[in-house]
């Protein structure tokens, strides 16, 4: 068997890395970190394990709009506002994760309990991307 030139052997090294390079900055580009580095991520679909700006300050819960907020085996989603309701979607994680449930209220029903997932809590104010609610009691189940 004939063995290329060393000559040959540099043209099959140009020809092996004018092929490889394209393909691996292809590859690279194409991956998800890539696309979330530089093409950022819009707000509504957060990764996980980020720090949310939706928070807990002594018995109240201040949810921003379209930011999930894990509690108590529910993760909650403030919407926004419809006109005078209030739309939040529901995850219960025990359940199905991927299924959300949407409660509405009207935004005076500030006199009401409202129960979503095991926590009642009280309405305190609703803006267009703010909802608080004071807690008032935790239902624990098993």
Known sequence: ??????????????????????????????TPSYQDRYR????????????????IMADQLLLLKNEKFITNRTAIVFKGLSGNTATIDL?????????SYTLKFPKTKTDEDIRIGNVMYRLI???????????????HTR
């Open 40 to 55: 950022g991520r819009p707000k509504s679909l957060q990764t996980p394990g980020l720090p949310s700006r939706s928070k």
């Open 91 to 99: 995850y219960l994680l025990d359940l199905d994760p991927e299924v």
């Open 125 to 139: 104010s609703v803006k267009d991307k703010m909802l608080r609610l004071k807690i008032k009691e935790i239902h």
């Open 1 to 30: 068997m004939h063995l290329p030139s060393p000559k040959g052997w540099l043209a099959v090294l140009f020809i092996v890395l004018t092929l490889a390079i394209p393909f691996a900055i292809t590859y690279y580009v194409s």
